[in-house]
């Protein structure tokens, strides 16, 4: 399943690539959607289970997750010219 996934994983970042995007965007979309394929991959997975029915594998998965989507969304802010501007600095 995983090694199916990353060349799915690999045809996305391969079309995105193709539109010229900002510095560091590949990175965070190719960590969100491995994250999200190991997420689907695990329940498939025998293992203990922790609170919510979750595996720790899945739990970890979502944390990533997470980081990345609030990376990329940081990312592809800036790169729109979004970003806040840095607090002055301190005299």
């Not at 996305?12 to 997420?39: S, W």
């Not at 979750?54 to 729109?80: D, E, I, S, Y």
Request: hydrophobic letters at 55%; one cysteine or more; proline letters at 7%.
């Amino acid at each position: 399943y995983t090694s199916v996934a990353s060349v799915g994983i690999l045809a996305v970042l391969l079309l995105v690539a193709r539109r010229k995007p900002p510095e560091n965007t590949l990175f965070c979309l190719q960590g969100l959607l491995f994250c999200a394929v190991r997420f689907a991959i695990e329940f498939v997975r025998e293992g203990p289970r922790l609170p919510g029915g979750l595996t720790a594998a899945q739990w970890a998965c979502l944390a990533g997750a997470l980081f990345f989507a609030v990376l990329f969304h940081r990312v592809t802010r800036a790169a729109n010219g979004l970003a806040s501007q840095p607090a002055p600095a301190a005299a």
